[in-house]
């Protein structure tokens, strides 16, 4: 193919490109279609470059793009296409906009050898340099493999979908949404490649552009005043994005709105915290804290199930410098409290349902250590003695004149609480000790 000199070849060449599959994705990835492209005409071998890239608006809010084109050597990465995606990652650094990278490729055009392997890495220092900076989403939409899969799994959140691959192998193998999910890999699991764009579209209404921009504000809606579930119960309804709902399942994890305003939950359902679960809550505390999103943590579990996980929780509650509100609403002893509601989280406010449970100590250890001749009668007998040691000595209102929690509340005035702690933290600024980074 010879590069467009006239007219009518140029005519051609915009055909060809705008008729491509990246091309309509990026289309519907951005408001009505419209986005400026980058270096539209880029050359590869005897092809335009394997990818599409430009900016535009998501919903509104500015943003980076590229599609890997695999109508042109089925996306493989080449110089030129990691020429292309670098300029992406060189403006978003200068504006401070988010990057939507689209990934289908059927791997590298291996007759360019080192350059392509540059190619590789131009790219993931690319990833690596803006994390933190700017919010960076991969949608997963084709092949996605080798260093391709290590630079889509780099972004802060992965949508996959159904008929996508996505692993480390080169073989082509495996890598479906089932191991991706199950992993923990994949945020979001997409029917389509245009749920995966609507998907992303949606996100980007929480996500704020920067490090150094508040989060987006939106319209508000009455919660379900109903629900027994405290996210449905305190948000706005129809605002809740899950994160990773098939992983980790004893904790969930996502954003919502607040009288309009994004923020984010983290919401235990009362069971113990797995590794899985731990893991994924101390991963999304830390995105959340990049971006100084304000995080809500509903504590109700019988406790952790591993110290691994459970100290990188507690370290990534601990570090976390954004605004933090805990509500106690059900079960929080010991560890679990200290990790996500009390002294070690650092918690900016701290209430409890009027029904909560609050100890340093289970009841049952509680009961044996304190009411130790309470306890000294038939085995069948016991769990009387204990339940009375939780009403007694494990209430809220205990807890409360102990320090352990700032208020109590009705699970009905929830949202309003929330909705005023935001608003007075809404200045938080935190000063940290000077250091590279944290170990864990």
Known sequence: MSTPNNKDTIAQAVSEIHGSTAYKRLSTLFDDGIFTEIDAFAKSSDTFAEAVAGYGTVNGSPAYAFAQNGDFAGGAMSSAQSAKIKKVYDLA????????????????????GADMLAGYGN???????????????SLVLGPCFGAGALNAANADII????????????????????????????????????????????????LPSNNLSMPPVSDSAEPDAASNDPVSLSFDGGSVFELKPEYGRNVKTGFARLYGSAVAFVSTNGDTLDCESAQKAAEFVKLCDAFAIPVVTFADSKGFKSLKPAAMLAAAYAQATTVKIAVVTGEAYGPLYIALAGTAADSDI??????????????LTGANILWADKMAVPYEQQEAVVEQFKSEMCNAFEAAANGFVQDIIEPKDTRAKLFACLDMLSGKRVSSLPKKHSTH
Request: overall charge neutral; cysteine-free; aromatic content about 4%.
């Open 123 to 137: 790219m993931l220092n690319s990833i690596s340099n803006l994390s933190g900076v700017v919010p960076q989403i």
């Open 159 to 206: 949508i996959m979908s159904k008929n996508a691959r996505l692993g480390i192998s080169t073989n082509g193998k495996g890598g479906s949404i089932e191991d991706a999910v199950s992993s923990g890999l994949v945020s979001v699991s997409a029917e389509s490649d245009e749920d995966a764009i609507n998907k992303a579209r949606l996100l980007m209404t929480y």
């Open 93 to 112: 650094v200068k504006t401070g906009a988010p990057v939507i990278g689209l990934y289908d490729s059927s791997g590298a055009r291996l007759n360019q």
């Open 350 to 363: 701290t209430f409890a349902w009027s029904n909560s449970s609050i100890a340093p100590l289970p009841p």
